[in-house]
């Protein structure tokens, strides 16, 4: 005669007994009480979880959004200057928090107690408020880049920096268009719903100006053609994104993302547009004798005098410069700029090697003198913040090399030293056109 055989749980092992009886859950699926019971738990407590964190996710999204006034603040922190172009990033910012709280609000789902305040401030009212895209125009070194990765570091949304020299036309080799939204995927775990909200500051937007003033009847590759890919993005559309970036193929999963609430920042240098606000000017001058000192001062810095009919002149057509509606343009950097550079903000230049040297036990100084001679230098060579960088490394390397090898504890950097190490590099030898 067979053995009966005694039914098992098959989560824990345990026999069918009277203080555990097995309970078969499905065919074949038997699990004891206790398995049950724990299983019942956990799930509540995950369900109630997700609850929680949505929430959470809710009311952080609508409190203690910073005012223009304090983004400002920390943007001083880390750019030197440009009061007015932080001033426009600092507004556009703030309206775009102002936004995501807007959409949560209308959203259904979101607790009710978390969004009375929103609700209250919005009322029922039918008032779509649309983006106010940025455009920021300004020679090489004087801060786009830096303003956008400096904000980036405060901003809650997902936030990601793109070059717009990559893109090509579809069908030709580069990256396309849509590949500007992976990184803001990436940088947000592929969360669409967060990636919604966020912001992308596309650099090198002069890049894909157009080669003539006339319309292209054929392909412009990386020109028109890119900046007409671009305006379904800047305007609001929904679009398939590649989710590993680069090119489409028929056989890849795409991911559809809504761009009506991504905030779109671009700059560019736009090497040679002074040349067009300058005849723009010009054309407006009446009479003799003008102001010498005046002319002058335009002259110095034509790029305050930027107007959307420059940038259609220099190469971006019309369709792109109406769905960028900011235009803020930021100065050269003056000597006075440079020498507050290389001391006074949070990751100032100085700073930096001064850490570098504290980590093998040196303590770094500068002179006054010496940095007086490398600002002087920086100017010379027209070479902007970036410049700044790289006459400190020039100048910095034999020390670099040498003082770990040597038993001091201090090193002081002086105009002489700095003069003898630019000679050795032959900077004086080198004659950049103006």
């Known amino acids: 005669m067979a053995k009966k055989v005694t039914a098992r749980c098959m989560m824990c092992g345990a026999a069918d007994t009277k203080e555990t009886p097995i309970v078969e859950v499905f065919d074949g699926l038997t699990l004891c009480t206790d398995c049950i019971d724990y299983i019942d738990r ?53 309206n775009h928090y102002k936004r995501i709280a807007r959409e949560a609000a209308r959203d259904k789902n979101a607790p009710k107690a978390v969004l009375k305040d929103a609700l209250k401030a919005n009322g029922s009212d039918d008032v779509e408020i649309e983006k106010s895209n940025i455009i920021m125009v300004g020679p090489t070194g004087t801060g786009k880049t830096l303003l956008a990765k400096s904000i980036a570091r405060l901003l809650d949304v997902p936030f990601a920096i793109v070059d717009a020299t990559v893109l090509t036309e579809a069908g030709y080799v580069g990256e396309d268009i849509e590949s500007l939204l992976t990184r803001l995927l990436q940088n947000c775990d592929y969360d669409v719903e967060k990636a919604e909200k966020g912001i992308v500051f596309i650099d090198e937007i002069d890049k894909i100006a157009r080669k003539s003033d006339n319309p292209s009847i054929t392909r412009d590759v990386s020109g028109e053609g890119v900046q007409q890919g671009l305006l379904k993005l800047l305007e609001g559309s929904t679009v398939l994104v590649p989710p590993n970036g680069g090119r489409k193929h028929p056989d890849q999963k795409m991911i559809a993302v809504d761009t009506r609430n991504i905030l779109f920042i671009c700059g560019g240098a736009f090497d040679g547009i002074e040349r067009k606000i300058a005849s723009r000017l010009n054309t407006h001058v009446v009479g003799y004798g003008k102001d010498e000192a005046l002319k002058k001062n335009q002259r110095g810095n034509l790029m305050r005098y930027v107007l959307p009919q420059d940038l259609k002149s220099f190469g971006l057509i019309p369709e792109i410069i109406g769905r960028l509606p900011v235009l803020t343009a930021l100065e050269p950097l003056d000597r006075e700029a440079l020498l507050k550079i290389l001391t006074e903000p949070k990751n100032a230049l100085t700073r930096q090697y001064k850490k570098l040297f504290e980590i093998d036990g040196v303590e770094l100084n500068f002179t006054q003198d010496a940095l007086e001679a490398i600002v002087d230098k920086a100017i010379e060579y027209k070479l902007g913040a970036r410049g700044l960088r790289s006459i400190i490394e020039t100048v910095m390397v034999d020390a670099m090399f040498d003082v770990p090898s040597r038993k001091v504890k201090e090193f002081t950097i002086d105009a002489d030293y700095v003069k003898q190490k630019l000679d050795q590099a032959n900077f004086d030898k080198v004659k950049l056109a103006d």
């Open 42 to 94: 956990a799930r509540d407590a995950a369900l109630k979880g997700q609850t929680s964190k949505h929430a959470k996710k809710q009311e952080h999204e609508l409190k203690d959004i910073p005012t223009p006034h304090e983004i400002k603040a920390y943007l001083d922190q880390y750019v030197i200057g440009q009061e007015e172009a932080k001033k426009y990033l600092s507004v556009a910012v703030y």
